[in-house]
């Protein structure tokens, strides 16, 4: 009996420790996501703030790519809404391959910008948001940005087999 209520006293604790974690997590702040990448082996810097904005380059293994929360506070917080953004040079990349991959996908949207290619996604923020959502979000943008190389790299292959 006594192991039992040790053993309940202790996940009870790690229960608390866990909710306590999470209700420190403020999921419209930028120091959130810069700790979820942390916890990814990754990190971001802030690139600027202004008119509700805050921009954050992220450097990760793979490459960097740009974070944008819009519609901040004054201090930069409880921001409405996140976007992940990364360019490439267009290479042999066409409008009409870049419609042919947004038609499908619907989640990852690619533009052209002069000579570069750029990806984007976007997410709303709420204060439901969990640090495992946000986990889950920069993991649909790790896919997009798979997807995207592959169309980069070969468009007429990736639109074909895709």
Known sequence: MKIAAVVTAASLALAGTAQAQEAAFAPRAPSSLIDVLGAMDARAELDGMENGQVRLNVITPGGIFGAEFIGCDDRGAACKALGFTASIQKRTLTLEHLNDFNRRD???????????????????LTDNLTAGDLREHVAVWQRCLGAFAALATDPEKFLGEN
Do not use: H, K, Q, T
Not at 107 to 112: D, T
């Open 106 to 124: 619907i989640l990852c949207r690619g533009v052209m910008s002069g000579d570069e290619a750029n990806i984007r996604y976007g997410l709303l």
